[in-house]
């Protein structure tokens, strides 16, 4: 099955830095790649998401890239806020439709003012 | 905006009873999954649900693990003899049938 790996577990950033969070994937079937962040006791809420026939997408100050022939993701935050601290999930799906989610472990960042 | 609300937010059991989490999805949607989280770990994926029949489950989804839809909108999910290691926070998710999947607040489920 899929197999997704997360990179960093944790990251500190200052306030109006970048923030770099790197994904990887097993299945190359796999077409549909979201991110979530998570607040600390809260749901984890879909901030960006790219499907596999794209490989940029941009949403303000986050953006999210895809090499497929790599098989590898990654999630850009650019002029990082307090209020961006968060643990970030990765995730893929071979099922662009309904497919289960497979996530990464997560990455814990926090920035510094 | 329509959201996924899931209740209790905290249940705590004992040990071997069993216990139901309560979801309720976006009225729309008709694609319906349970995902658990340990305490700082990654969210696993457990079930999914479509068309009044389990689409897919996990390894995690046992005998001890049951869902239904009682009615046009609840989706439960059933841990018949929960055990200590059943303790985690789930979240239930729907989607129209093209992803996004929309996630709800999530039951704490304490097991003692």
Same mark, same amino acid.
Request: proline fraction near 4%.
């Given at each position: 099955?899929?197999?997704?790996?997360?990179?960093?577990?944790?990251? @500190?950033?200052?306030?109006?830095?970048?923030?770099?969070?790197?994904?990887?994937?097993?299945? !190359?079937? !796999?077409?549909?790649?979201?991110?979530?962040?998570?607040?600390?006791? %809260?749901?984890?809420?879909?901030?960006?998401?790219?499907?596999?026939?794209?490989?940029?997408?941009?949403?303000?100050?986050?953006?999210?890239?895809?090499? %497929?022939?790599?098989?590898?993701? @990654?999630?850009?935050?650019?002029?990082?806020?307090?209020?961006? !601290?968060?643990?970030?999930?990765?995730?893929?799906?071979?099922?662009?439709?309904?497919?289960?989610?497979?996530?990464?472990?997560?990455?814990?960042?926090?920035?510094?003012? | 905006?329509? =959201? +996924? *609300?899931?209740?209790?937010?905290?249940?705590? *059991?004992?040990?071997?009873?069993?216990?139901?989490? /309560?979801?309720?999805?976006?009225?729309?949607?008709?694609?319906?999954?349970?995902? /658990?989280?340990?305490?700082?770990?990654?969210? =696993?994926?457990? +079930?999914?649900?479509?068309?009044?029949?389990?689409? =897919?489950?996990?390894?995690?989804? $046992? $005998?001890?693990? #049951?869902?239904? /839809? &009682? $009615?046009? #909108?609840?989706?439960?999910?059933?841990?018949?003899? *929960?055990?200590?290691? $059943?303790?985690?926070?789930?979240?239930?998710?729907? *989607?129209?049938?093209?992803? &996004?999947?929309?996630?709800?607040?999530?039951?704490?489920?304490?097991?003692?």
């Amino acid at each position: 099955g899929e197999n997704v790996e997360q990179h960093p577990s944790t990251l @500190s950033v200052q306030e109006g830095d970048s923030a770099v969070i790197k994904c990887t994937y097993s299945d !190359s079937a !796999s077409n549909y790649f979201p991110w979530y962040k998570q607040e600390l006791g %809260k749901r984890p809420q879909l901030i960006i998401d790219i499907r596999s026939n794209v490989g940029e997408k941009k949403d303000q100050r986050i953006a999210v890239t895809l090499n %497929k022939t790599a098989k590898h993701f @990654s999630l850009h935050i650019t002029e990082t806020q307090p209020e961006d !601290s968060a643990v970030y999930f990765c995730a893929a799906t071979v099922t662009d439709s309904w497919g289960k989610l497979q996530f990464g472990a997560g990455t814990q960042v926090v920035v510094t003012p | 905006e329509p =959201e +996924v *609300t899931q209740t209790p937010s905290h249940q705590v *059991t004992q040990m071997g009873q069993e216990v139901i989490l /309560r979801c309720v999805p976006i009225s729309n949607h008709l694609y319906f999954y349970w995902y /658990r989280q340990i305490l700082g770990q990654k969210v =696993e994926f457990l +079930v999914s649900f479509y068309n009044n029949e389990i689409s =897919e489950k996990s390894e995690i989804f $046992d $005998d001890q693990f #049951s869902v239904e /839809r &009682p $009615d046009g #909108s609840n989706f439960t999910l059933k841990i018949r003899s *929960t055990k200590l290691e $059943d303790s985690a926070m789930y979240f239930c998710a729907s *989607t129209k049938g093209t992803q &996004p999947q929309h996630f709800g607040d999530g039951t704490r489920l304490s097991i003692l």
